[in-house]
């Protein structure tokens, strides 16, 4: 669990940094990355050699930015499952021979499969290369020079932070039930459902104790951060 943690802190620590590409205007990024985005879905479902020269962009950012290359794949891997298990039944429904090589012929259902793998790890991975080359905090003045409504990007902000809490209380009640029950390995079924009470209780409790110290500090709905970013033609182009 705590790994989860070490995750995010990660991609925090990789957002201060100083290369060419952390110093670009965040608004820049954001919006080379949504184009890029937009670019990986907009191709159909069978393209496959299409998709293969936008692994380009990710490896040029990555490279300029020094992201690590091992710990990025780790992260990316996480998302996998779920574009697994949403193009799972492509084979199993489109029996069409579309591919032939050799005596092999593989269909069309297995070519949307691995489309959509490709489409899905290059959009996880820009999306992580963006997190970590920019920061959370500086997407969330990106989305406000966009006019995203400061409700989203305050909800936004706020989600990703909390999932560190949460990460964070899931830990020490794990550790705390491991301590009184030496004798039972893992969490016993009967013990689920008081512990995902307490899980619940701990974690309102400390996000209303934070809440209440941004108030303290003049929160009022609205994201502020006391920076002034300005950006110039070089970073958009």
């Known amino acids: 669990m705590y790994k989860s943690l070490d995750h995010l802190r990660f991609l925090d620590e ?16 954001l919006i080379t990355t949504l184009v890029f985005l937009v670019s990986v879905v907009s191709f159909g479902k069978y393209e496959i050699s299409g998709l293969l020269p936008l692994l380009f962009f990710i490896v040029l950012m990555m490279s300029l930015s020094d992201t690590p290359v091992l710990p990025t794949i780790k992260r990316m891997l996480l998302a996998m499952p779920l574009i ?26 297995w070519v949307s499969f691995i489309s959509l793998m490709i489409k899905g790890m290059l959009t996880v991975s820009a999306a992580i290369v963006l997190i970590a080359t920019t920061g959370m905090n500086q997407i969330a003045i990106a989305l406000r020079m966009l006019k995203v409504p400061k409700l989203f990007v305050v909800q936004l902000l706020l989600t990703y932070r909390y999932i560190t809490i949460l990460i ?70």
């Open 14 to 29: 990789l957002g201060e940094q100083q290369t060419l590409i952390h110093k670009i205007h965040p608004l820049a990024k």
């Open 84 to 109: 697994i298990g949403i193009g799972l039944f492509n084979p199993l429904l489109d029996h069409e021979p579309m591919v032939f090589l050799g005596n092999l012929t593989i269909s069309g259902g």
């Open 168 to 237: 964070e209380e899931i830990g020490r009640t794990s550790l705390a039930y491991s301590l009184r029950s030496t004798s039972v390995k893992g969490v016993r079924f009967k013990d689920w459902g008081s512990l995902l009470g307490q899980l619940l209780n701990r974690t309102l409790d400390r996000a209303s104790r934070i809440y209440t110290s941004m108030c303290c500090r003049g929160f009022e709905g609205d994201y502020k951060t006391g920076q002034s970013l300005k950006g110039n033609l070089i970073d958009f182009l």
